[in-house]
């Protein structure tokens, strides 16, 4: 028997909530031929539903329903990119979607509203059996596992191949020697992994709130000094709203900070002199340092109110599987962590594949999802800020940066 899907589109989050009390009462229910009528609500960024990139969400969700012909499957489709995704759901559970993508550093942000589904026996075996413990890891909590990750979410360097050597990029200030690097200084996601890279912390190793921020001391205040040297280097540049981008375009940049999401506008501008990399060191008072990135992971999750839960497990399951990440890296570029695929060489051979996953599994740290990291953001750009302002010098470098310090570890600022 050929399945059946009946596909309701929905303009925006905003008309969610009324298009879920308008449908109240489509849930389970048996319908002739025995099979059950579900409606599963589903939310993906618009990129995932475009034309250009195949209506991959709409692909995967038919395929979903012809491998189940116990289902006559209503799918309601929404637009919400991971990041906001946590916010709508967490608001209004019962009105949200059934299935939707979420960044994992949101993932408290759910649970406290009881607004995110465990993963348990079969599935999660088959979710484990899938991927790597570091992703598993940025998914888990108090032991329980909240979603099938399909992406690593990280990000690493581009470099012009015709300016740097494979040997230039593996130190910052060597590139420094070279070319025209920029960074994104005054962005709160980027500037710690020079801090972390000297052996600043956050919570302990990522998930004890108790622990706190250790970003002062000598360590914190090395990095700071550093970071003013950097900012008046005249081959540094700060990348701030686009401007990475745009140099490299007109080739006043040779190398920026990004992820895999700029990858088609790097490779339109630099073509085959497209270089990728996982992060290099810094020279710190003749020492070599590691920058370590903030990494996590987007996933699939399910919303415990749904009324198909069963249906609504696997579809995320399916979602997150080898076949729709395949798909979705394929048409979407969106890179997977499933690790059958990591170990294809259609895809590991990849340059941007391999670079985010050299970074996720070596120069980085799994990004704190716990509560007080909302704390961190503005002391670090406010660092970021009053260096390239000039209000942060060698003078007060000390002082400023136990002022950043003091600040994460308040209730805020």
Known sequence: MRKRAVVVLLAGVMTFGLAATSLTGCGSDSSEGGTENVRLMVWSPQNDQSKDSGEWLQTMCNNFAEDHPEWDITFVYGVADEASAAGQVSQDPEASADVFMYANDTLTTMTDANALAKF?????????????????????????????????????????????SEEDVKNLDTMLEKGVVSFPFVNSWYLPAFYIGNGCTLFGDGTDESAGVDFGGEKAVEVTDYLIDLESNPNFRIDDLGSGIAGLRDGSINAMFTGSWDANAIEEILGDNMGVAALPTFTLNGEE?????????????????????????????????????????????????????????????????????????????????????????????????????????????????????????????
């Open 289 to 413: 340092k590691q920058m370590m990135a903030y990494a996590g992971s987007k996933a699939i999750g399910v919303n415990p109110n749904s009324k198909n839960m069963v249906a609504a497990i696997e579809l995320a399951v399916y979602l997150g599987s080898a076949e729709a990440q395949r798909a979705h890296y394929e048409l979407c570029g969106t890179i997977p962590c499933n690790t059958e695929l990591l170990s294809d060489e259609s895809i590991s051979s990849d340059a941007v594949v391999s670079a985010q996953n050299d970074t996720f599994n070596r120069t980085s740290i799994l990004q704190p999802f716990v509560s007080k990291m909302s704390n961190c953001w503005t002391p670090v750009e406010n660092m970021g800020k009053g260096i390239r302002n000039g209000s942060i010098t060698h003078d007060n470098a000390e002082e400023q940066t136990e002022n950043m310090n003091d600040a994460m570890n308040s209730d805020g600022i």
């Open 120 to 164: 348990g026996g079969k599935y999660r075996e088959e979710i484990k059996s899938t991927n790597s413990q570091e992703v598993l890891d940025s998914l888990i909590m108090d032991g329980d596992l909240y979603g099938v990750p399909f992406t690593t979410n990280t990000w690493f360097m581009y470099y012009d191949k015709s300016v740097f």
